[in-house]
């Protein structure tokens, strides 16, 4: 078992910048793949980008490349997400999320088995 906890959100003008953080409690951190998701006011939860074990290999969402920086550190159970160059289309709640199936990679978040409770990204024009 897996319990996430987000913070980081805030509210920032066009152009800025954020960095997410995820902590992790529960054993064996390093065995999950971890990814970030978002949903924006009246739309589905959307994949933003993800993370292998090793944190090696990374996958992003083609509206968030150059922008978006995924991480993570083992050895302190956190997962991050640098936002810079934000714009008003990233406001949204994002979500951590962690997947123990052996998955490298994965975008689906029916794939992913704990989640976090989300943390308000607001980005102003």
């Known amino acids: 078992q897996v319990q996430l906890v987000e913070s980081g959100g805030g509210l920032v003008q066009a152009g800025g910048s954020l960095r997410l953080s995820c902590a992790a409690s529960?054993?064996?951190?390093?065995?999950?793949?971890m990814g970030w998701f978002r949903q924006a006011p009246g739309k589905e939860r959307t994949f933003v980008a993800a993370?292998?074990?090793?944190?090696?290999?990374?996958y992003y969402v083609d509206s968030v490349k150059g922008r978006f920086t995924i991480s993570r550190d083992n050895g302190k159970n956190m997962v991050y997400l640098q936002m810079n160059s934000l714009k008003p289309e990233d406001t949204a709640v994002y979500y951590c999320?962690?997947?123990?199936?052996?998955?490298?990679?994965?975008?689906?978040?029916?794939?992913?088995?704990?989640w976090g409770q989300g943390t308000q990204v607001t980005v102003s024009s």
């Open positions: 993370i292998n074990r090793s944190g090696s290999y990374t």
């Open positions: 529960g054993r064996m951190f390093s065995s999950y793949g």
């Open positions: 999320a962690a997947h123990g199936r052996g998955l490298a990679i994965t975008r689906d978040e029916d794939d992913y088995d704990y």
